[in-house]
């Protein structure tokens, strides 16, 4: 498909994406609904300030951006053959949850650094191919909602996770999809 008058762009497609999420999904997670991309915020720290007789009265000064929350969307599914003790057969994302919050220690992210290493949120291309990746540096659970149940419906459940996380790490692919990391955090 060519977009515009450019043979050679197409656009990136909302519908084009993976998400792998570490101890929920051994591999990609393909019960993912929606996912929103990695975005950060500058705050003016100077909001309002007037002074009088200055030329420029609001001159902004920024802070260091923050990284905001990102929301995951994923349809509830099970297997008939799911095993609750056994966690690697378990094809049962509301049990895996729960047992996460069992096993979690409050007060501490101590379960999270174990367990959830990576979140990886893939763009792909027309063919498959990833265009970009999005991988959460120190990701943690900060808020899952396990849907509604209604008798007048018939849409699947669904599973709101909300992640928070330190920083990212953004790797683009090129034309002949060798990876470049392009924001890369820092060991300190």
Known sequence: ?????????????????????????????????????????????????????????????????????????????????????????????????????????YGTNSYFEKNFKEVIIEQLDSNGKPLELWTLVSPILIDVNFGNLDYSSSEFIEIKLTWSYSTVKYTMYDSDKQSIDILSPTKK
């Open 1 to 105: 498909m060519s977009f515009w008058t450019q043979q050679n762009l197409d656009p990136k497609m909302k519908h084009r994406f993976r998400v792998t999420i570490t101890d929920i999904s051994k591999e990609f997670a393909w019960y993912a609904k929606t996912v929103d991309k990695p975005s950060f915020k500058f705050s003016p720290q100077n909001e309002n300030e007037l002074y009088l007789g200055e030329v420029f009265p609001d001159t902004k000064i920024l802070t260091n951006p923050s990284w905001q929350n990102i929301n995951i969307t994923l349809v509830d599914v099970y297997s008939a053959e799911a095993d609750p003790e056994n966690s690697t057969t378990t094809i049962d994302l509301t049990t895996s949850l729960v047992k996460l919050l069992q096993e979690a220690k």
